[in-house]
């Protein structure tokens, strides 16, 4: 059998004490490359998910920390679905996906992990890109590192 190393999942999974929100914690951090943050405008942000469905999963989210879109003001609902598209033409240059999931996920019962700063999903699709291996052992395999997308996101952004 063949082993697939995925030893930035560990953390994920043995420490689970971290109780702060990533997307404030992404927010207020100087340091964009180590929060893998790929863009900042006035109300929103871009972040590579460091737990990714698929190679570029990227979440974008309000700098403000709110539950749900209708939460938001327009300004910050604006802002936020322009930087959706930003963000998704920066992934159409780098990375030319064949498709996308996109989702939102609002409330702990919807599968959102931090239900109390809403978040929007924009996972890449590739014809292909799905095979046996969560079928059978429940493992994706991504195709790239964190470090190197971040860096080839970056030429684009």
């Known amino acids: 059998m063949k082993k697939i190393w995925a030893p930035w999942r560990s953390s994920f999974i043995y420490d689970r004490s971290k109780k702060s929100c990533i997307f404030c914690d992404g927010r207020d951090s100087k340091n964009l490359r180590k929060n893998f943050i790929l863009k900042k405008t006035k109300h929103s942000f871009s972040m590579l998910n460091i737990y990714p469905y698929n190679n570029g999963h990227v979440m974008v989210a309000p700098k403000t920390h709110k539950p749900s879109l209708v939460k938001l003001t327009r ?83």
Do not use: Q
Request: aromatic share 8%.
């Open 75 to 157: 300004d910050e609902l604006t802002d936020l679905m322009l930087l959706v598209n930003e963000t998704t033409k920066l992934l159409d240059k780098c990375l030319k996906p064949k498709g996308y999931n996109m989702g939102i996920n609002i409330g702990k019962i919807a599968g959102a992990g931090f239900p109390g700063h809403v978040h929007i999903h924009i996972v890449p699709r590739w014809e292909g890109d799905t095979n046996f291996m969560p079928t059978i052992s429940g493992t994706k395999v991504i195709s790239e590192s964190l470090d190197s997308l971040y860096k080839r996101l970056l030429k684009y952004a």
